[in-house]
């Protein structure tokens, strides 16, 4: 059985046996890196586009309305075991993951929360060993951080305050989408149910977690003019359900450290557009750390199997 099978439901992923470059794998890693490259344009979207103050509100409709609108397009419901593992799932990758998330944006610059965030290969890498069974290797270790350095020098101002709640919040963002990450490799999906079905109901439990939090933090939803309004929409349908039907198709076939990389396109992406669209400076530090990031990236999809 090779990397690119599901593993069945409550069983540890199958051990990666050779560096894959079969056109497949390929194909999958390519459209599965599209969804961290639509959370790049997060920033731009939510800075030029969104009323000031409500990022929850903004993580709440890329999650919610998706959900909900697959469930009822879809008309499959968890069962069993598949209740508190979607509530578990859902947490992780989206109704914690997002308030940590907003926090260590809102208390650190743009591009210390980047590279906090850029642990995440190097935390699924430790997780993976308990969790699947799979033992870190020299290249897994090595590109994860290489790719976090690589980040650091596109993003991080030297002059950047440091806050340490925020660096908390930061650090417990990664580690909640790390955790989610992995125990969706881990879990797979129920016998019979598709992607699709899977990715209705952890948007719709994500969506449900943080509908008190928005509630409770932000209060009444913000005016909506025109801007806005597309601005929302990206974000649910593109960012949301597009995005997370991708990624989550990808997760349940992918090595999960290869997966895990794939997330570094993000904050490059990000900086791109920021370099673009806004004007902001691109020195040449920073294109050195664009050619990290993306070499680790490359690195990642093509470094030997995990050990078990």
């Known amino acids: 059985m090779t990397s690119s099978t599901l593993a069945a439901p409550g069983s540890p992923a199958p051990a990666t046996t050779s560096p894959a470059v079969d056109p497949g794998r390929a194909g999958l890693t390519a459209l599965t890196a599209l969804a961290p490259v639509v959370w790049g344009t997060t920033y731009l979207v939510t800075t030029e586009l969104l009323p000031a103050g409500h990022p929850l509100f903004a993580g709440l409709l890329r999650a919610l309305p998706a959900g909900l609108l697959l469930l009822v397009v879809l008309r499959r419901l968890p069962q069993g075991v598949w209740w508190w593992r979607t509530l578990v799932l859902g947490s992780l990758n989206i109704g914690i993951f997002f308030p940590l998330l907003f926090v260590a944006a809102e208390r650190l ?20 060993l308990p969790v699947l069974g799979e033992r870190p290797t020299t290249p897994r270790v090595g590109w994860a951080v290489a790719g976090a350095v690589g980040v650091a020098l596109v993003v991080l101002n030297p002059a950047a305050d440091l806050d340490a709640l925020g660096l ?12 989610g990450l992995v125990l969706t490799r881990r879990w797979g999906r129920p016998e019979g149910t598709s992607s699709p079905v899977l990715v209705s109901w952890l948007l719709t439990a994500g969506g449900l977690v943080l509908l008190p939090a928005t509630v409770l933090v932000e209060g009444a939803p913000p ?6 309004a597309a601005g929302y929409l990206w974000l649910g349908g ?7 039907l991708l990624w989550f198709r990808g997760v349940g076939r992918l090595p999960v450290a290869s997966t895990a990389l794939l997330g570094l396109l993000s904050p490059i992406i990000a900086a791109t557009l920021g370099w673009l669209v806004l004007g902001q400076d691109l020195r040449p530090v920073q294109l050195a ?8 990236i490359l690195g990642g999809q093509l470094a030997t199997g995990e050990r078990r």
């Open 109 to 128: 610059p743009g591009g210390v929360a980047a590279t906090v965030g850029a642990i995440q290969p190097l935390l699924v890498v430790a997780l993976a």
């Open 223 to 228: 005016a909506v003019d025109g801007g806005a």
């Open 168 to 179: 908390l919040a930061g650090a417990g963002a990664a580690l909640s989408m790390a955790a």
């Open 238 to 244: 593109v960012g949301g359900l597009a995005a997370y």
């Open 289 to 296: 750390g664009f050619a990290l990031a993306l070499a680790a």
